[in-house]
């Protein structure tokens, strides 16, 4: 099954495993450092910062933090304060250097070699190596990791080995894959010392972030201090980090209020405005879309007539304001996240069109159910209005909890209702497509399957050509649009607030894909 990934307002069990994954130009051939270079392994008494104190408010944890198992946004900030990746995604969509100072595919498109950055070191002290990477990511993929990350490389990964020195990592895979660095930005992919034991992490918490866990109080919150041999130690102004837990989103957005805690994540727009100018926001990509799911395979969705009359009858705009807040951008129905470099061309944007509707469908009045849960209940409420407000839909809802949505087996609700409404995590296209668009993937509502699709999916992937790559979107795109077996309305952004004595901008973004990444931030004492 899936598990939760996303930021907890963005909840939904098909926002599964390492997400966040989105192509720039640099990822065909090879990608250098554009990040702060410091001389890292920075000395304790490099790292002395004078930019106070960040106070940041957490859910608090329902379960382990374990980094290589955890799913939970509160506690992926948890670890990512005090780890690091190889490589970090920007809100752009950009790759940026963590570990890895660079990287690049072989002639063969078979394998990825990263660099590593000179003279790393882990929080205690201990050096940080290729073998650590290596290490690493064995956990992940082996056939007995219990990580929601190995979903994200299987059939792709085929095993990771040191390269000469143990300055590199080589990455073999099964078959050429253009995106592969974006996968090293996903969840549970922050490296640990070889051989460490990942599952009693919160009692040994070393690792290479910006901050070492000082002291975790169960119930009550975390403490952190500055890394001083985090690798761009010099870039890290705040001298702490307290992180204080609470037991409900609203007791967060009062602590908020109060001044308390210095962030609040995804607050809704009604929270938002009774906070007045105390605030200001960061916007740090796309959290998820909400996929209106049919199952092409019975009738009446069967027939593509329907489900493009379906598509043709939703106000996008209304939707966005609506169940957004306003904080969406408008989809057109194809599976690429609007921060993927390689956008379509050349594909009509679908706004309501009831003249459309009428064309489809004539007089015909077709009457099903969506079936949902709880967090999806007002999306699911304006879809049937606008449909029923056609005369040609007449449509019910069954809104289940999302313990009986998303319940296990083939015959769970979420994979066998005719028509259903589920959130999916920002993940590249193609893996998208793996999910939703094939029939014989456990996580495909719809049933759907076309060759032609899946040929261009494994061409857009196998090749780093970038006017053949835009070629090929461009295609994949319009068939998603024409055959619309998931109607994607809109892109949900993911927005953080932070209180007014907080300086700097953020470089990164506040999800787990941009590292938790604090450098240059400063918090002042008024």
Known sequence: MPALITPRRAGGLAAAAAIALTLTACSSATSTSSA???????????????????????????????PLTTTQYDTMYAVGLASAQLIIENPDGTLEPQL??????????????????????????QALTAKDVVSTFDS?????????AQSSFAGILKSVTAGPGDTSVVFKLDEPYSDFPYLLTGANTWILPA??????????????????????????????????????ASAVKLSAVNVTFYSSDQSELLAFQSGQIDQLNDADPAEIAALGSSYRQERSGFTKFDGLTFDTAKAPFNNVAVRQAVAWALDRSAIVKTVYGGEATIGDDYATFPDYVVQPKGITPRSQNLSEVKKLLGSQV??????????????????????????????????????????????????????????WADRLPAQLYSLIYVASS?????????????????????????????????????????????????????????SNSVQGNFPNGLQFSGGFDLRGITVSSS
């Open 100 to 125: 890895a100072s660079s990287w690049s595919q072989a002639a063969n498109k078979l394998s990825w070699t990263f660099n590593l950055r000179p003279n790393l070191k882990f929080s205690n002290g």
């Open 195 to 232: 051989g460490f034991n990942a599952s009693n992490w919160i009692n040994d918490p070393v690792g290479a972030g910006q901050f070492t866990l000082e002291k975790y109080t169960p119930g009550e919150g975390i403490t952190y201090k500055k890394n001083p041999y985090y690798w761009d």
């Open 140 to 148: 992940i993929i082996s056939p007995s990791s219990q990580s929601p």
């Open 36 to 66: 702060p270079s410091s001389s890292s392994g920075s000395t304790a008494t490099a790292a002395a910062a004078s930019g106070g104190t960040y106070n940041i408010g957490l859910i608090t944890p329902t379960a382990a933090i374990n």
């Open 442 to 498: 456990g996580w495909s509502a719809s049933h759907y399957s076309n060759t032609q699709l899946g040929s261009l999916v494994n061409k857009f992937e196998g090749t780093s050509d970038a006017t053949e790559r835009q070629t090929l979107a461009n295609q994949i795109a319009q068939i998603e649009w024409t055959e619309v077996p998931v109607i994607i309305a809109a892109f949900e952004e993911s927005d953080v607030y932070v």
């Open 366 to 423: 077709i009457s099903f159910t969506i079936t949902t849960y709880t967090d999806e209940q007002t999306y699911a409420q304006l879809i049937q209005q606008e449909l029923d407000a056609t005369g040609n839909f007449k449509v019910s809802l069954n809104v289940l909890t999302e313990a009986a949505y998303y319940a296990n087996g083939s015959t769970s609700p979420w994979l066998a209702a005719p028509v259903t409404l589920t959130d």
